[in-house]
C-alpha cells in the first residue's frame, strides 16, 4: 500500500516561485520503478495532466512547458514539481500521482495541495 503527501502549495503573486513536494511512504521504490506524475485541477474544469515521467522520459503540458520541471529524488522516495513565473491560469489544487503500468490495481494519489496566483 501507497500513501502520497503534497505539500509546499500557497498564495502568491504572478511571477513568483513555488516548489511542492510529494512524499511517499511505501513498501517498494516505487519512484523508481513505477510512472510518477503531477496533475492539477482548477475551478470548474478536470483534472489535467501537467508533467509524467515513465519509460525515463519526462512529458510536460504545453501550458506549463520551460516553466514547470518534476524532479525526484529515489533514496528519499520524494518528487518535486518547481513551478516559476507563475500565471493566473495555474491557480489549481495539484495532485502527485504514482502507478504501475503493467498492473492497473496499483495507482495512487495524494490529497491535493492548493497553488492560488493572483495579483
Known amino acids: 500500500q501507497v500513501h502520497l503527501v503534497e505539500s509546499g502549495g500557497g498564495s502568491v503573486q504572478p511571477g513568483s516561485s513555488l516548489h511542492l513536494s510529494c512524499a511517499a511512504s511505501?513498501?517498494?521504490?516505487?519512484?523508481?520503478?513505477?510512472?510518477v506524475g503531477w496533475y492539477r485541477q482548477a475551478p470548474g474544469k478536470e483534472r489535467e495532466l501537467v508533467a509524467v515521467t515513465t519509460g525515463g522520459i519526462t512529458f510536460y503540458a504545453d501550458s506549463v512547458k520551460g516553466r514547470f520541471d518534476l524532479d525526484k529524488d529515489n533514496a528519499k522516495n520524494t518528487m518535486y514539481l518547481r513551478m516559476d513565473n507563475l500565471k493566473v491560469e495555474d491557480t489549481a489544487v495539484y495532485y502527485c500521482n504514482v502507478r504501475n503500468e503493467l498492473n492497473s490495481a496499483e495507482n495512487y494519489w495524494g490529497q491535493g495541495t492548493r497553488v492560488t496566483v493572483s495579483s
Open positions: 511505501a513498501s517498494e521504490d516505487i519512484f523508481k520503478i513505477y510512472a
